[in-house]
């Protein structure tokens, strides 16, 4: 909503860049409409001037512009042809709209975008922050883009008063948050304005400009419309904006257009700034950034390239910090692009190097599911190397995964044990970590025979069967035997299922079984 003040300018803010509110330095409406004691208005512009200035203090919107006596009295003051009328008109707008928006019917909103015709900069300024306001409010949303609005809003934004434009990107900020009106926005010319105005030296209009491109890039088709209107470099750019409002704006556009695989590949061979520009921003003072900005890096590091580039950039220091924070969705962040890092095999070595694994592994006491799975995913996609597999296992990894399977069903999600059981099936194939695993082969089995999910019965067996591999000492075979009735009640189930993966796994377990003193098993 607006908070009414004198130019109407606003300063966008959202989730999704979705309100803004209006700056004003004008005079209130009783000033106005007294500010041309010269202007001679006929005795019916007078009366109606008088009703508006009245009505527009006392009543609600709802009732203002329902009121036959109020609307018809506004109305003939926004078609007067009259300047000084219709500021007024548009003065008692904006004076309304920012105490209360409510929805309002077609005749309304056709007044608001007649105002927007006018070359007037006051007018202008008035009808677009109201219209804005207005623009909270979805019906509303729609019916203003249906009634002819985006026109003119484009027109105002190529005026030289960064007033009216402020309020022009604001409404159009609003009106961006309806999904039916993206499209309708993109093909109304708005978005290379739109790209210009986030370079604006006035920086609620560049707040706006940002907030409005952010709002634009939730959909793949958007997404290439604005790289189309050559909206990359700018929001490159603008991660040195020293403001923290187009920071976020820029960061959490960037971090949707990083979502395509081809957007991706023209940030790496057109911003080489880019990775720097966003690893500085992780240390932001402000949350939402430093947010922001760990999110367009996890996207970025879908590629390889970036996942290189993020290392080589000093990237892993911060996303050390930030996993150490106490706000959930900044570790989930930073868990995200850890673990998409850790998919390339060079970076493996520089992660454990830099001590992540000890946090890493405290992550898995999180009661978060998704930090658990980026947390057990990173871990398991470092132990690729026997030297890397020695460190997590120095680090306690099957001891603390181990406690985890341990607990009742229901209290660790599949896909946490699914990638838990898969790093357990990693560390069994290294000699020194097998003794600790026997002492969890019992949960591992136990898995096998409940879960109905079969990525974490596929990996528990995985594990079993590793841990057999090889097998020589006496104590390993002695667990072996123990259990080799659960065992085999496994290893024919999977054989006897419709499941070749499942098939393949039970054939796969017992040719381990059978080729390691497997005769003491039966």
Known sequence: MYKYCSKYCCSAWCGSASEYAAISETQPLNATLNAHPGQSFSPELAA????VDRDAKA????????????????????HSPLIEAQRVAASAFVDVTERDAVPVNSHVIDCGVFLLKSRDHEIQ????AALGNLAVIANNQTLIVIRGALEHLVSIMATGD????????????????????KDRIARSGALEPLVKLALSSDLRVQRNATGALLNMTH????????????????????????????????????SNIAVD?????????????????????????????????????????????????????NGLVPLHHLLQSRIPQIILAAAACIRNISIH?????????????PQLLELLSIDNLEIQCHAMSTIRNLASSDENKIKIFQAGAVERIGDLLRLKDGIVNDSVKSEMTACLAVLALLDEVKPSLFRNLKYLIRLTLTTSNIDVKTNAAAAIGNCATNLSDAKGLAVFQKYWKEIRKYVITFMSCDDV?????????????????GKDLF
């Open 48 to 51: 109606a001037v008088a009703v």
């Open 59 to 78: 009543l609600s919107a709802e009732d203002f512009f329902s009121s036959r006596s109020s609307f018809e009295a506004f109305s003939l003051l926004v």
């Open 125 to 128: 300024r008035g009808s677009a």
């Open 162 to 181: 960064s007033d009216a434009q402020c309020n022009a990107v604001g409404c159009i900020t609003n009106l961006a948050t309806h999904d039916e009106n």
């Open 219 to 254: 959909t793949i088709d958007n997404r290439n419309q604005l790289v189309a209107a050559g909206a990359i470099p700018i929001l490159v750019q603008l991660l040195n904006s020293p403001d923290y409002d187009v920071q976020y704006y820029s960061t959490t556009s960037l």
């Open 261 to 313: 695989v081809e957007h991706r590949i023209f940030l790496a061979k057109s911003e080489p700034s880019i990775v720097a520009g966003l690893i500085r921003l992780t240390d932001s003072p402000a949350l939402k950034v430093q947010c922001q900005a760990t999110l367009a890096l996890r996207n970025l590091a879908s590629d390889e390239y970036f996942q290189l580039e993020i290392v080589k950039h």
């Open 345 to 357: 095999p060079n970076n493996e070595t520089p992660i454990v190097h830099a001590k992540f694994l």
């Open 501 to 517: 993966s499942l098939q393949h796994i039970g054939i796969w377990t017992l040719v381990q079984l059978i080729s390691r003193n």
